[in-house]
């Protein structure tokens, strides 16, 4: 049998007297009562709540830890864990669900949570998370007696830690690159966080940003925020110049190298931290994104005025399991901008404890894109002071603006193809010889015949797509071909100008031999390397579609 409370906390901890009552709050009945038997017979005093809003009312000093469900009535886990940070910051907090989603568990342990748990659990693995729990709890509190008896030089720290931000967390503004415009603005809350951010000039067209936000708060942070920069700058040297590589390291590349190296040191710290790292190529007009759980990062269209959020699929960095990252191409046009932040910005709250929220910033963005980077996150900050009415928060704020702007005469890549037809499809074998001709001017050695054949089947696909639908069968309607490449990949374009293409309303395919079409879309998607579908606020539709030179695993 576990031993009880007492019994488990070793004897340098009996001094603390950490409360053994657990509450468990969960909407099931059945669920709440499990966990009261297989606690009570570990000599636990267990209290029990339906929803969130009963267990706030439950909350006091004598509860030890609290085992939350995430979704409930009345109240949501998540909105009770807030609440219990913020005014019982010692209970913790052990996140119960039936979600597997990669977001609620950054979301939760971003909130305090000290572990997430999946349903079905192990009774066992419950226990064991709540002793571990337990027995932290006591250390930190016997740690902060200690930190008391410290104040002055944790003063003296502080004032370290910001001279470390500021000197080693922070990159400044990239030498003039003609095409780009950067803004940027950091301001320190009054505890020491872990943003940073820097700007690595590639290559003459090319400029790769990293903006990241380490867990955690301090000299530990911060330092482990400069180890992240120092990492990715020599990650970046070592992929380029000491390899003897004559193409760039892809970003999703940098950034699994970056942590393999750093994994060992964040387990043993038990921290992660969230980046994003974007590849802004003005050739090619692409940014290559990787997302590891960081702020959804704003992009403002020049061509529609509106914005869009950017979100990939990766865990942040110090999580385990991962072996690789998936970066995404973004297509951007000159004017376009976009924002990068903290969580500083959009969890900044006003005097009725309301957060300014995605929402709120995606607004307000949208709405400034005329201006340039830097007065951008100027006025970004002047708009959260003026809507906190206060010029001090509990997070540091941190905001990185990019600004497309290529001269006319450098807005296309250096290899450049055009093809301009009609929506007939007699003219699809212009396109496939297009499409030859494209492929073997970049060398014998870019694409062999079986790839160039891929890349046919696909601007056939698109084209018959644009004159049955786009078009209807209308006559004399124009379609425009334009290609891109680079050493590395061709990105092509489709345009036209007919009905707007809903890619949510075509149905799925069906295999089973009943239907002899319909596999077009499933086609395209399967065969490039990325597709990408818009529509400018002129009524151009655009299909952009890109394929790697090297075709990746």
Known sequence: MTKGFNEMISPEYHDEEIPSTILVVDDSRVVRTYLQSHLQKEGYVVSLAKDGKEALSMLSEDIGIVLLDLWMPEMD???????????????????????????????????????YVTKPFNPNEILA???????????????????????RARDHEISIATRIQQTLLLGGQPEELKGIKVGDLTIASKRIDGDFYDFFMVQDHCMDLIVGDVMGKGIPAALLGAAAKHHFMSVLYKLTRISGNTSLPRPEEIVLTVHDEMIGDMRELETFFTLCYARFDL??????????????????????????????????LGFPGQDDFKEILIPFENGD??????????????????????ERLLEFIQNNAHLEPQELCDITWKKIVDFSQSETFSDDFTCVAVKIDLPETEEKAEKSWKLETVN??????????????????????????????MVQIVATEITTNIIKHAYKGKKDKKILIEAMASDEEIVLYFYDWGIKFDFSTVPQPVFDGSKEDGFGLHIIAHTADYV??????????CACVTFFLQRRA
């Open 77 to 115: 886990g998540m909105a009770c864990l807030r609440h219990i940070r913020e005014n019982y910051p010692d209970i913790p907090v052990i996140m119960i669900t039936v979600s597997h989603e990669i977001s609620n568990a950054v979301d939760a342990m971003k909130y305090g949570a000290f572990d």
């Open 129 to 151: 998370l709540v002793q571990q729990a337990l027995k932290t709890r006591a250390q930190a509190q016997r740690l902060r007696r200690v930190e008391a008896e410290l104040a």
């Open 283 to 316: 050739y090619r007009k692409i940014l290559s994104y990787v997302d590891c759980g960081h702020m959804r990062t704003i992009h403002f269209h020049s061509a529609t005025n509106k914005c869009s959020l950017l979100q990939g699929v990766n865990m942040p």
């Open 337 to 358: 901008h976009f924002f990068f932040y903290s969580d500083g910005l959009t969890e900044a709250k006003d005097t009725k404890d309301e957060f300014f929220g995605e």
């Open 424 to 453: 007939d499809l007699k003219e699809l074998s212009r396109v496939r010889v297009f499409i030859q001709e494209l492929c073997e001017s970049l060398g014998q050695n870019a694409m062999d015949e079986e790839r160039i054949k």
């Open 532 to 541: 990408r579908y818009s529509r400018d606020n002129t009524g151009k539709n």
